[in-house]
């Protein structure tokens, strides 16, 4: 969409990763919350992580995002170990973390605080990006005038502004009433299909990661570790009812009931 920024391979391969977390009440004075994640996001996919509350997703999107440079294992992004954060990784977290004194387009705009951009490309950017979330109209709005659908969306655009290689999402509808978030979850796979960005989402609804992954990967807790990775070969855009959809979110499903926290079909069942 954007002239301004080409991207490179944004393939994401993560290899034998590893995470501890000191801890005072753990026999060893340390708590693993990943253990020997491998994982492979192909340039241009979408990824959907599913698992209970705890499993360490959360953990998983920081390492890949940056934040926590302390971990085991390796994080290549187009065959590069990752190096701290970078503009070419985009996050949308699950509460919008919109700033209340900035507009719908200067929190958009916050995105591009650090890029090599000049103001009339910046500008550019935030219109695009305004126009790709569905919010013309709604540029000089303050956060507290819109919904919570809208400052996702908002989020979103702040997330894919700069045109990053990979967006990571954590759980970013689950503070949503239903209908809004499936409205949602329609939305972003349109945006998805339409700038093709590698997209890593993050989710203990297992509908949502069925309805917008290409593969699904299933985490369990303690350490948090792949339980298994199932494909969905489901065209886009995906029907709720079709038979095949259906079968495929129930055989995730089944995958949960023998765990004590059983993510919901729709995360309102309270796991949070
Ligand atoms: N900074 C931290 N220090 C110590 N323990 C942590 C820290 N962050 C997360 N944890 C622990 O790691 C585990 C996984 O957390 P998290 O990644 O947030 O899981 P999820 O996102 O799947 O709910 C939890 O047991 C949590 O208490
Ligand atoms: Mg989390």
Known sequence: MSTVLTSTSSELVIRGLGKRYAHAQA??????????IDLHVPEGSFVSIVGASGCGKSTLLRLVLGL???FEGE?????????????????????????PWLTVEQNIAVGLRNAPFTPRQKAELVAEHVALVGLRGFERSWPHQISGGMAQR?????????RPRVLLLDEPFGALDALT??????????????????????????????????????????PGRIRRVVDVPLPHPRNRSDPAFIRLRDDVLSDFL???????????????
Not at 75 to 99: K, Y
Not at 185 to 207: A, F, P, Y
Request: zero cysteines; glycine letters at 8%; a negative charge.
């Open 181 to 222: 978030r499936s409205r949602m979850q329609n939305e972003l796979q349109r945006i998805w299909q339409k700038e093709r960005i590698t997209m890593l989402l993050v989710t203990h609804d297992v509908e949502e990661a069925v309805f917008l992954g290409d593969r699904v990967v299933v985490m369990q807790p303690s």
């Open 154 to 162: 908002v989020a979103i655009a702040r997330g894919l502004v700069n």
């Open 75 to 99: 994080i290549l992004l187009g065959g590069q170990p990752i190096a701290g954060t970078g503009r070419e990784r985009g996050i949308v977290f699950q509460d919008h973390r919109l700033f």
């Open 27 to 36: 026999r060893s004075g340390e708590l693993q919350v990943l253990h020997d």
């Open 258 to 272: 023998d765990h004590r926290a059983e993510p919901a079909i729709h995360s309102d069942a309270g796991l949070h």
């Open 68 to 70: 926590d440079t302390e």
